[in-house]
């Protein structure tokens, strides 16, 4: 079973920065796009960045020049680096990857997984 697990979010003072992490376990074969999202109270969900598994990146426009998403595939791990963190940044982040995975024998499914959030706070 394909699992993402989110790390590193968080209570940062504005202008601060945080780390968030998010690594895929599981029988994967291989990790297309894998991206962040995140949802502030009252809403709707938005796309913060993305990287496909070539390396190109997509950013929103609020967060370009502050956020830097990389990815380390040999450890199948989607980062988010936040600098020069605002309050409207305060969301709950979640990360999104698009995985081959091996589902028995010679069965393989290619899904998308979400993991299960991580609060990022700043407020001073």
């Known amino acids: 079973q394909v699992r993402l697990v989110e790390s590193g979010g968080g209570l940062v003072q504005p202008g601060g920065s945080l780390r968030l992490s998010c690594a895929a376990s599981?029988?994967?074969?291989?990790?297309?796009?894998m991206a962040w999202y995140r949802q502030a109270p009252g809403k709707q969900r938005e796309l913060v960045a993305a990287?496909?598994?070539?390396?190109?990146?997509v950013y929103a426009d609020s967060v370009k020049g502050r956020f830097t998403i990389t990815r380390d595939n040999a450890k199948n791990t989607v980062y988010l680096q936040m600098n020069s963190l605002k309050p409207e940044d305060t969301a709950v982040y979640c990360c999104?990857?698009?995985?081959?995975?091996?589902?028995?024998?010679?069965?393989?499914?290619?899904?998308?997984?979400w993991g299960q959030g991580t609060q990022v706070t700043v407020s001073s």
């Open positions: 999104n990857a698009d995985i081959r995975s091996r589902r028995g024998g010679s069965v393989y499914v290619t899904s998308t997984y």
């Open positions: 599981g029988s994967i074969s291989s990790i297309n796009t």
């Open positions: 990287t496909a598994s070539g390396g190109n990146t």
